[in-house]
């Protein structure tokens, strides 16, 4: 008879690793839409970064518990994760393509 804890371990870290992504991008991306309209952005950037880098790390180590294999899943799932927010959090058709660039 198979072993399903194992099983269901492993999707459990790939799981946690793209809420952990989510988390890091979706944040990233929240950051950079408040820190350019705001008055002290190197604020913004920085309290970010320390606070998405400390909730994923700390993710990764609650995970990976010292299992190569758990935490390869887990950062799978973060990989997944990016390029999924990154397609949800696309506004290229949004952007100017013709004449100046916006910011000038």
Excluded: H
């Excluded at 008879?1 to 799981?15: F, V």
């Excluded at 350019?36 to 320390?50: D, E, K, N, V």
């Excluded at 700390?58 to 990016?82: D, H």
């Amino acid at each position: 008879m198979p072993e399903y804890g194992n099983w269901i371990t492993w999707l459990a870290a790939l799981l946690v690793g793209g809420t952990l992504g989510v988390i890091f991008f979706g944040g990233l991306w929240w950051t950079v839409r408040r820190g350019a309209a705001s008055a002290t952005p190197a604020r913004w950037f920085i309290a970010s970064l320390l606070l998405r880098t400390a909730i994923v790390l700390s993710g990764f180590y609650a995970v990976g518990a010292g299992q190569p294999l758990r935490l390869g899943l887990c950062l799978l799932g973060f990989v997944l994760a990016r390029a999924i927010v990154l397609r949800l959090t696309d506004n290229s058709a949004a952007l100017n393509t013709y004449g100046e660039p916006p910011c000038v």
